[in-house]
């Protein structure tokens, strides 16, 4: 096989980014080959060769790296997010979900809502499928009111990260946050380490 001269990519090593670079491997594959967060791609040798007067990629893929974590959503919907960003939230979220290895069962997803009040969209247990998550997001709707960011808060750590939930102790937790602004109650939210 011949080298491509004019690629600058020539044998570049990447790695997932979902450990913090970015990685040539799923631009060109259009991630077929990342399982994303729950993975780390170990050693990846990317050769540009010559065929038939075409410059082709070549993936040369480790085995990936198990690495399971629960991992729960909050998504504020208070009344200055409104109700068209509301949907672009749920959207992000779903395409997020989606490189998830959850169908394996490596992966925990849950959601909760808020605004004045705590809303449970589902624990951790209660979704194995991918597609079954995206299902739940999609349902999800718009409420309105003032930002208690301090309740939802308070909700993960009481109510999602149980056992009870499906929060498994030997697993890392992952709380994302998705809010436009400042707490009602910024005092009440902050965290104290």
Known sequence: MQFCAECPFKSTNAVCPHNGTYDLLCIFSKNRFCRHSTFVLQTIDIKFVVYKEKCIVVFLVAQPVDCPVDIVFVLDDS??????????????????????????????????????????????????????VQSTISS??????????AAALAYVRTSMLTSAAGDRSNVPNVVVLLTDGQSDDAATAQVSI
Do not use: E
């Open 79 to 132: 009344g200055s997010i409104n109700a068209a960003n509301f949907s672009l939230m749920k959207s992000f979220v779903s395409r997020l979900v989606q490189r998830l290895d959850i169908d394996s069962g490596n992966t925990r997803v849950g959601l909760i809502t808020f605004s004045t009040y705590v809303r449970l969209g589902f624990y951790l247990n209660a979704h194995s499928s991918v597609a079954a």
């Open 140 to 149: 999800l709707i718009y409420q309105g009111g003032s930002t208690n960011t």
